[in-house]
DNA sequence: TCTAGCTCTGTTTTT
DNA sequence: CAGAGCTAGA
């Protein structure tokens, strides 16, 4: 403990009721949590009664092999460690029967969850320019994330939203979606903190259960929770209040993910008796880093009153150069790393490039490829969303949850087996008038339209699946696996010419490994691996996550988010241009409150140097763009700048001067209203009324598919059917309360 | 049903 | 520029 500063200590012994800690930048937050979690087991609180919540799996991980170095290994092996989704998607799978699911459910992540809202709005026959997947999306994660269900969606402010943006239908999509999800018996990611809370809400003696176990409940990065996260937080806390929150206000850069920076700042009122610490000494930089950092950050009215000091020695002044254009920004990044590994004997491994935008790094990775400096991207596509993987996943899921409509489809697809969209549209039909999942729409194939060839491929395939989950009982996970992989095909697939991506097969030996991996670790702890389980760990994995591997030395490029919780001894902020970073998304205050805060975590990450670039001309969607340098360069007091030697501010020429001149001259004082007035496509006047009258036999005009006769009106469980043969779109099945359309007659 | 090749469009950050 | 969607032809 005499290793701990003052303001650590105190925040460290103080267990009585819940704290907040408000943790600088390289103030020895992971320090604090790691000794106050072997303090109270020193204390004698049993170390699965010790709840830790962290974001990501890899600050669990190091969390708990530094607490292993300070206890018993064997009593912090039960510390329950992990991420908010790890920790309660677990709960969920012990808990299922409460909320309708079997135990083998699926995670659908962010490519599932996309691609079923996309399959909803056509089924629907809404317009899918206006309804866009990544909108919608956003539209019920958001919702899902303020614990709203589409029961009580847009009671308030949800609706006016909607209709604001002419996408009034999202509430219809947000039900038929989470209708979906309990068909196919999965979750999305949403779900795990939605679904906890509406456990503990509706089943008092469940949330009782937790509440007695978990005696105490530490959190990491406080100011990146949500309401759901805090809501849950609040209930399972409510019995013991020994809740202790660490995190950094100024570091709260996840609001597009529905964190809310209140959660932090209001703690105290949310949770009266609440004890403050403040931990202020930043251990990690020098002092010019350090007091350029807080010169930019005090411009944000938003915060808890704290003043960041070191007392590492002045060091150098933060270096800014202005390179013609990205590719010369590359260059002068790959010199100074060049120089600096040279001269100063410096690894690789203390380099960090850090851009705002992922599209940024390909300059990057080109001119270190070509200057043959080692480097790695951090939180590029995780290893489970590459194709390859996501195919065999798709198997994989499907055996553990037949009713994985998502793999289903993915599965059928891939590699082809003479099933294509015509084939699958109708056995959605089938499905969704059954209200059953695609592969169980598969047993009965009567009465459907589809042809004899089709529905013979479809029931062989279906049969397949059954045979390889009969032998998920009795075959080793290994020897399941094996079969899977040989019933796919995707080897012989892969491994055909026609494929030009040669990472394929890699990848998916790889997967095998992880496998494999798992079950030797698994066996390690005497714990029996299954599909499932391994399934539903993938599922939570990021790319951040994966082994560092600290043997080979590399540079570290990536996004300022993804440099979180990081620190090297060189970084180079690279794009610090206007329409960049601040993104030219972020207009309101607070919006660009946090891409301040996004400036201040990427000067943060810096120990030694910190370098902050940008260009006066970048290539942007194919065209060039002349970029004003970003407002945050100005924000930092000058007195901790420095301008780079051969970049000194030089006067250009004024036709290509600045960004604005590029863009159209109107302004446009409410975007908003802008989307209001845009001409309607023509579907308001259509008689939603019509619903009620129509009849077998008509004819109708849909907004979308145009005209078309109704065959057929089926009641299926989601509501009302029909089936319509569309002159130019073939046969469509549409819920009628939502179609809008016509009768003509 | 499948594929190749064309056009169009939209691009922030991610547990 | 890349990925998605669409069209035509096998």
């Known amino acids: 403990m005499n290793t701990l500063n003052e303001s650590q200590y105190n925040a460290v012994m103080y267990n009585s009721g819940p704290s907040l800690v408000i943790a600088g930048a390289g103030s020895g937050k992971t320090r604090v949590l790691t000794y106050k979690v072997a303090q109270l087991i020193r204390e004698g609180y049993a170390p699965n009664s010790i709840l830790v919540l962290t974001f990501t799996n890899k600050a669990a991980k190091e969390m708990k092999s530094r607490i292993t170095e300070m206890v018993d290994p064997r009593m912090a092996r039960y510390v329950a460690m992990g991420t908010f989704h790890s920790q309660f998607s ?51 994660s958001a919702a899902k994330n303020r614990l709203i269900t589409p029961d009580n969606y847009g009671d308030k402010e949800g609706v006016t939203y909607d209709v604001l943006h002419r996408i009034p239908k999202v509430k219809d999509i947000f039900r038929e979606y989470v209708e979906r999800c309990k068909i196919a018996n999965a979750i999305d990611f949403d779900d795990m903190l939605l679904l906890i ?46 809740v202790c929150v660490v995190g950094d206000d100024s570091q709260s ?20 008796e609440a004890k403050l610490f403040k931990l202020e000494k930043n251990y990690r930089s020098t002092e010019n880093i350090v007091k350029a950092a807080n010169s930019l950050i005090k411009r944000n009215s938003h915060r808890i009153p704290k003043t960041l000091y070191s007392d590492n020695g002045d060091g150098h002044l933060i270096k800014v150069y202005n390179p013609e254009n990205e590719s010369e920004e590359a260059d002068v990044v790959v010199r100074q790393i060049n120089r600096i590994n040279r001269d100063e004997n410096v690894s690789y491994n203390n380099f960090a490039v850090l851009y705002r935008t992922n599209s940024q790094s390909r300059v990057f990775e080109k001119k270190l490829r070509e200057s043959r400096i080692p480097y790695a991207i951090y939180g590029s596509l995780s290893f489970y969303q590459r194709k390859s993987v996501k195919d065999m996943l798709a198997y994989l899921r499907l055996v553990v949850n037949p009713k994985d409509d998502e793999s289903y489809l993915r599965a059928i697809k891939t590699p082809s087996k003479g099933i294509g969209d015509t084939t699958l549209e109708r056995l959605r039909n089938a499905a969704l008038e059954r209200g059953v999942s695609l592969l169980e729409a598969t047993d009965d194939l009567e009465g459907t339209e589809i042809k004899a060839a089709a529905g013979k491929r479809l029931i062989a395939f279906t049969e397949g699946i059954r045979k390889l989950r009969a032998g998920m009982s009795e075959l080793s996970l290994i020897d399941l696996t094996k079969r899977i992989l040989d019933f796919s095909g995707l080897m012989q697939y892969y491994s055909a010419d026609n494929q030009d991506n040669d990472d394929a097969l890699d990848n998916i030996d790889g997967l095998i490994k992880n496998i494999t991996d798992y079950v030797e670790e698994k066996g390690k702890n005497d714990e029996i691996p299954t599909l499932s ?155 939603s009324s019509d619903a009620t009258k129509v009849k077998v036999g008509d004819m109708i005009e849909h907004s979308h598919f145009g005209v078309g006769e109704v065959l057929e009106l089926i009641d299926a469980p989601s509501g009302r059917q029909m089936k319509v043969n569309f002159k130019n779109q073939g046969i469509k099945l549409m819920i009628l309360k939502f179609v809008k359309f016509k009768i003509l007659s």
Do not use: W
């Not at 978990?214 to 949500?226: K, P, W």
């Open 197 to 242: 809370y509406k456990l503990f809400v509706q089943h008092p003696e469940v949330l009782e259960k937790y509440q007695e176990r978990f005696q105490f409940i530490l959190i990491d990065e406080y100011q990146d929770t949500n309401l759901a996260q805090y809501k849950i937080i609040k209930l399972l806390a409510d019995k013991h209040h020994r």
């Open 533 to 687: 389980s391994f399934l539903s760990d993938a599922a939570l994995q990021t790319d951040a996550d994966k082994e560092e591997d600290v043997n080979t030395e590399k540079v570290s490029i990536m996004t300022v988010h993804a440099s979180k919780g990081l620190e090297f001894d060189y970084v180079f902020i690279v794009g610090a241009e206007e329409e960049l970073f601040p993104s030219p998304r972020c207009v309101a205050d607070d919006e660009i409150e946090e891409e301040r805060r996004l400036m201040y975590v990427a000067i943060t990450r810096a120990a030694k140097r910190c370098f902050i670039l940008y260009t006066n001309k970048r290539t942007r969607f194919g065209k060039d763009i002349y970029p004003q340098r970003s407002r945050f360069i100005s924000e930092i007091d000058d007195n901790y700048l420095e301008m780079g030697n051969s970049f000194i501010e030089r006067n250009r020429p004024t036709h290509i001067s600045t960004s604005s001149y590029n863009k159209p001259t109107y302004s446009n004082p409410n975007p908003s209203l802008h989307k209001l007035v845009k001409p309607s496509i023509g579907l308001g006047a259509m008689a």
């Open 253 to 272: 850069i996840y609001s597009f993910r529905g964190a809310d920076i209140n959660n932090i700042l209001q703690f105290q009122s949310n949770y009266p």
């Open 90 to 140: 677990r709960i969920l799978r012990d808990e299922h029967e409460y909320i309708g699911l079997t135990r083998d459910f699926t995670v659908y992540d962010t490519t599932d969850s996309k691609s079923l809202i996309k399959s909803i709005v056509k089924q629907m026959g809404l317009d899918e320019k206006l309804y866009t997947t990544n909108v919608v999306s956003g539209r019920i």
